[in-house]
């Protein structure tokens, strides 16, 4: 028998420690239970004892093996790690009987561990509370592990983009590594509980109750876009709430180094940043069109124009998927251009999903300069991100990315209309899924939901949140021979 090419004991020790956390978070969700008297506090027990009984079995096994991890056992910690949670995260719906259906329940809860906020719940308030608030908490769970892994996870394995804009980066060795992933992931641990208790205060503060406000911070800072009203955060006319959550969406989706730095007060380091101000300029360019666009058309005033025009535009951008109003009602061209909003994405470090505004820079920087390289064939004309020189290798992997996404996106595409899904639909529902964004377009729009696709239409839709949220090649590089030999 042939020996594994990699090491059981260190994945069993973190996937272990894992399931406890999450096990332990379920019960957060028992005091909206208690007080609202939902009658779920069973289901949400049952579940959280079936999930930390997993990872203290889990955390038992024991192996003459080392705990120190190769690119190999990261890779599978990852892609283990989050298919996990989502498989044990179903299960308050499926003994509460919210989501009776096996596959119906992953789709929710795979939309809410990846923060994209595509939901099959048709009578959001009518869910009992304290499975509501876990359904929020998935989001949270969610945009909280995106952020380790981007900062520190996938550097060892040596994908993403962090290494555009992380000052200092380290280095590939798992020894130079270890020390700075505990010290910078309590730091964004930090930033990222801090801001959604502020939120929450505000959220209160502004006329929520103290229940809304908790979800609706928790799902906001994860730009996961899940609400506890059927309506979204249409539900909350006053402007000041709506501005607080525009707000905090920008923060959500900027570069957690940034706000690190912002925070020190060391500005000019944040605006040094290249990514983050070109982050801020779509965002403001895309809601001047917008907004102009439908302060024409309709009949609402300038303020509130601008505003819807401002909110849509943020929560697209950054991947959120709150809604105030319906896009699609704003023409065919505003449907269109808020459909390619959709494959932006944010920042890079943040909880954003999507392709991310540093790839698209690097991808039009090097489109531009290779006119200049056509005129002068000679000369080495390198591509340059916050003044340092962007390595073949990330430019290799930048392009190689594009290239995956966008056939993930036609293949995608394609086989749900096989499937008999119009073709407008698919689209939308391949690229919201896809980029973790959470509405689409045709009969998955903002005011739409997930409902009424075929359990195989849910499913697909399912695994391309998966593959969007850990940047593809995390998932796929398991389906590739190499990963499974020992050499």
Known sequence: ?????????????????????????????????????????KAIMISSAITIISGILLSLIKRN??????????????????????????????????????????????????TTGATILEDIESVPKGILFWRSMTQWIGGMGIIVLTVAIFPLLGIGGIELFVAEAPGPTSDKLHPRIKETAKRLWFIYVGLTGLLSVLLYFEGMNVYDAMNHAFTTMATGGFS???????????????????????????????????????????????????????????????????????????????????????????????VTADYTQWGSSMTMLCFLIMFLGASAGSTS??????????FFKNTFLEFKRILHPRAIIRIKINGEVVAPRILTHILVFLLV????????????????????????????????????????????NFAHLPISVKTILGVLMLLG????????ILFTPYFWRNN
Not at 18 to 24: E, V
Not at 440 to 445: D, L, R
Request: aromatic share 12%; charged share 10%.
């Open 405 to 448: 996404y966008l056939a993930l996106f036609i293949s995608g595409t394609f086989l749900l209309a096989t499937l008999g899904i119009d073709f407008k639909t698919s689209a939308g529902a391949v690229a919201t899924s896809l980029g973790n964004v959470g509405p689409g377009i045709g009969s998955v729009g903002p005011l739409d």
């Open 1 to 41: 028998m042939s020996k594994l090419p990699f090491q059981i004991r260190p994945i069993s020790k973190i996937l272990g420690a894992l399931h406890i956390m999450i096990g332990l978070l379920m019960l957060l969700c028992l005091p909206s239970s208690f007080h609202y008297h939902a009658g779920d506090h």
């Open 228 to 322: 506890t009203k059927n309506a979204s955060m249409a539900h909350y006319t006053s402007p000041l709430i709506q501005y607080t959550i525009i707000i905090f969406m920008v923060f959500a989706g900027t570069n957690y180094t940034v706000i690190y730095f912002g925070l020190l007060g060391k500005f000019r380091r944040v605006w040094a940043s290249e990514e983050f101000r070109a982050y801020l300029s779509v965002l403001a360019i895309l809601t001047l069109i917008i907004g102009f666009t439908v302060w024409g058309i309709t009949e609402a005033g300038m303020e509130k124009s601008f505003r819807d025009a401002l909110f849509q535009v943020v929560s697209l951008v950054t991947t959120t998927g709150f």
């Open 65 to 114: 093996e080392s705990t120190a991890i190769s690119k190999r056992e990261g890779y599978l910690i990852v892609a283990l790690g989050w298919l996990t949670m989502v498989l044990f995260g179903m299960l308050p719906f499926l003994f509460s009987g919210v989501i009776p259906n096996v596959m119906e329940a992953f789709f929710e809860t795979v939309s809410g561990m990846t």
């Open 353 to 362: 999903g999507g392709i991310k505004i540093v790839r698209h820079m690097v």
């Open 469 to 476: 949220r850990l940047e593809l090649f995390t998932i796929l």
